[in-house]
């Protein structure tokens, strides 16, 4: 599933939520892309 498909998704109920969790997840994953040693690691 892509970002479109999901504001597009969560958009049918309200607008503002779906433009909000989209910029969460393009925060996220910008930050798990700098930071690509960040968590425990699993053995």
Known sequence: MDLKNIAK???KDSKYYAKLQVVRIK??????KRQILIGN???
């Open 41 to 43: 690691l699993v053995p």
């Open 9 to 11: 998704y969560i958009g």
């Open 27 to 32: 925060t996220k994953t910008e930050i798990i």
